[in-house]
């Protein structure tokens, strides 16, 4: 989980180059940081037009496999997104039953004195 959570903030940290903002921007946007996260994976494992058309390299396997490890990416973040959000509520319940408990107990003093 904490490699996750490391990864979404890594791909927060990747520039966007996006119609209508500035230059090295970031976005907040899930889907644009992924997109973005895609396309430089695949300008990092392509080649030059030049080359591939001379070497005749297929890279459809390597769309494929930058495709695949995009999708798994996308899961762990989700993965994480809600273990985060369970642990959120779970948070939350124990804050309220805590609150109860006191209050119970309170309550059940206040009856043993009377």
Do not use: W
């Not at 005749?56 to 769309?63: G, H, K, L, Q």
Request: net charge neutral.
């Amino acid at each position: 989980m904490v490699i996750t959570g490391l990864m979404k903030r890594l791909i927060a940290q990747i520039p966007i180059n996006q119609a209508g903002h500035k230059a090295n921007s970031r976005s907040k946007d899930f889907g644009v940081q992924v997109a973005n996260y895609m396309i430089c994976l695949k300008k990092r494992l392509s080649i030059r037009p030049q080359f591939k058309a001379s070497l005749a390299v297929d890279s459809s396997a390597i769309d494929d496999k930058c495709g695949h490890l995009v999708d798994l990416f996308i899961e762990h973040v989700m993965e994480y997104d809600a273990h985060c959000e369970h642990e959120e509520n779970e948070v939350e319940r124990r804050k309220e039953k805590e609150h109860q408990d006191a209050h119970d107990k309170l309550q059940n003093d206040l009856n043993a004195k009377t």
